[in-house]
């Protein structure tokens, strides 16, 4: 076995993401900025960028993980937590908090029921789907989970007493990382973590079930259990990744199928690197809609879905034979 | 070792798929399931394997409860190979034979030495040196057969289960299978669903027919597979030839 490479790559093109994350934006922090406390743009990279850096790394580490760990769960490359609803769910959850006054009053029940909505995501996903999935039911079944939850956070934010309806329900289900503080790292931070070790602890799992169901319980496999820990580590991630930013799609689709080549196929060994260039990719992007000339900066899961769309279609093609 | 199970009934739909099946087996040898369509063939191999629990009955394994042995052991013991068996990504055809090691395998880091090495000796054995790093996706349908067969043979079971591991075989590579499965049973129990008559013929020591859910007969290849016991479990007329070559069946 070769040692593989493209670990150190894509922790390097991390790295160098978040750096040019912090210096980037209307105002250009170059590097002697950073050690004097004095100069204005210190603040700027400390209180403002690195907060948004520090987002932008977990939720897309979140986002790509658990893109990765629902494909090897159904064997599915298309499945995605933002495509196929669970994200939407999350949000779901969120809003409800929101729309009966809980989130006011205790703040820690936003993210935690956004992690509840995406994990009955997740779960619904996989029971409408049934256990034979066809690419083409579970596909549809994220679709329709997708349309119902995303109905159903507009209807809540449209039927509270709230004159910025329209703004916040395109906060939650167009996210992005604007404005946002060291609070909401450490809120969505042990969350994140907690779901990630979850998914990773799948691992060998997720490499039997590459066989089909059948083969991995012979092989000591506990079905059930793997799902329902899926589920768990995947609602954990996607939902706090969702309390904090609102839904950015497409991460989880675009990684593990970019990475895929670079693991050798098995599932396992796709985590880690779909966990980084998850992070790699929502840092990149990021860094795009701030610096796109615009006077209100695009939302960020507006420009991921604008080149995830392609992407899914590009893909699609792709598999026409296995649809078919 | 032996593997037992008693009165074992299955109900789907209504619908008993077995029906009072009992069978017992030793430490070694081949034995060939045999049974129309829908005779409970694929249903009674999930359940000798453990993974479907029957309605009624038991299955035992040296006198234990399958159900109450754990997963993992019973994994390390007994293979499992179902119908059809394939690989939905890409994997390189050595690390899909390594999947067969998983009931071994510590929870985190690669794979220890020491199975590297059986991994590269059953990839050897079975004839896949050639396609060591192929994606299993890319297997002509014999390729990918021997893909699975040594994924199920690498981690040495005591027990191999294999449900139709010839269908859709040509004649030389159904004929390749049973020889593996074959030298496999002298030392182990390997039990196989197999449609092709001549062939249960030729390499079976038991058969163990099937028709309606229960057990039509079971005993040697020889005393089942006559023209009378062909006809009272297919519905088909034969005529069986034994020379010193092997085993014909003439359809009639």
């Known amino acids: 076995m070769t040692r593989p490479w493209h670990l150190p790559a894509l922790a390097g093109l991390v790295i160098a993401l978040a750096m040019a994350s912090l210096m980037a934006g209307r105002v250009w922090a170059p590097w002697s900025a950073w050690w004097d406390t004095g100069d204005p743009r210190w603040a700027i990279i400390f209180e403002l960028r690195l907060p948004r850096t520090l987002l932008a790394i977990l939720v897309g580490a979140a986002l790509g993980l658990s893109g990765a760990a629902m494909q090897g769960y159904t064997r599915n490359p298309l499945a995605d937590p933002g495509v196929l609803g669970v994200s939407s769910m999350a949000a779901l959850g969120a809003v409800l908090t929101l729309y009966f006054g809980f989130a006011a009053t205790t703040p820690w029940l936003l993210p935690v029921a956004a992690v509840a909505g995406a994990i009955i995501g997740v779960l619904l996903l996989l029971a409408i789907s049934g256990a034979a999935a066809s690419l083409i039911t579970f596909v549809l079944a994220g679709v329709i989970l997708q349309s119902i939850a995303g109905a159903a956070v507009a209807l809540a934010l449209s039927l509270a007493p709230n004159p910025w309806a329209t703004q916040e329900i395109l906060d939650w289900l167009m996210g992005a990382l604007t404005d946002r503080s060291m609070q909401e790292v450490t809120l969505a931070a042990p969350l994140i973590v907690l779901g990630a070790g979850l998914i990773f602890h799948l691992r060998r799992a997720l490499d039997a079930l590459s066989l089909g169901e059948a083969s991995a319980a012979s092989l000591g496999v506990d079905i059930t259990r793997t799902q329902r820990l899926l589920a ?34 098995e599932p396992g060994r796709l985590l880690l690197p779909s966990a980084i260039g998850g992070a790699a990719l929502v840092l990149a992007a990021d860094i795009l809609v701030r610096l796109t000339p615009s006077a209100a900066e695009v939302k960020l899961g507006v420009a991921l879905s604008a080149l995830g769309g392609p992407f899914f279609l590009a893909m699609l093609f792709g598999l026409r034979r296995r649809v078919a | 070792m032996t593997l037992s199970a008693s009165d074992i009934s299955v109900r789907r739909g ?17 034995v060939a399931v045999i049974g129309p369509n829908g005779a409970g063939k694929s249903t009674l191999l999930s359940v000798l394997a453990g993974l479907l629990t029957p309605d009624a009955g038991a299955v035992t394994l040296d006198d234990v409860p399958l159900a109450a042995i754990d997963r993992r052991a019973l994994a390390r013991r007994r293979a499992y190979l179902p119908q059809n068996a394939r690989c939905d990504w890409p994997i390189a055809v050595e690390r899909v034979v390594a999947l067969g090691l998983t009931p071994t395998l510590p929870a985190l880091g690669d794979l220890p030495a020491a199975d590297l090495a059986r991994v590269a000796a059953m990839v050897e054995a079975c004839d896949l040196a050639a396609h060591r790093t192929q994606p299993v996706t890319t297997l002509s349908g014999g390729e990918l057969a021997r893909t699975m067969l040594a994924r199920a043979l ?67 290849a020889g005393d089942v597979l006559t023209p009378q016991t062909v006809r009272a479990v297919f519905d088909v007329d034969v005529r069986i030839e034994r020379d010193s070559e092997g085993v014909g069946i003439r359809y009639l």
């Not at chain 1, 497409?250 to 990684?255: C, K, N, T, Y």
Request: no cysteine; glycine share 14%.
């Open chain 1, 232 to 265: 768990l580590g995947v609602g954990l991630a996607t939902g706090a990744s969702v309390a904090v930013t609102g839904v950015i799609g497409f991460v989880g689709l675009i990684v593990p199928h970019l990475l895929r080549p670079f693991t050798g196929g």
């Open chain 2, 14 to 30: 209504g619908r008993a798929v077995l029906d009072g099946v009992s069978a017992a087996f030793g430490a070694k040898g081949l």
């Open chain 2, 154 to 220: 690498v981690g040495a079971p005591e027990i191999l289960i294999a449900d139709e591991p010839v269908a859709g075989l040509d004649p030389r590579h159904a004929r390749d299978a049973l020889v593996r499965l074959r030298a496999h049973a002298h030392g182990a129990l390997v039990i196989v669903a197999v449609h092709d008559l001549a062939l249960a013929a030729q390499y079976a020591d038991r058969v163990l027919a099937l028709r309606d859910g229960r057990v039509a007969a079971d005993g040697a």
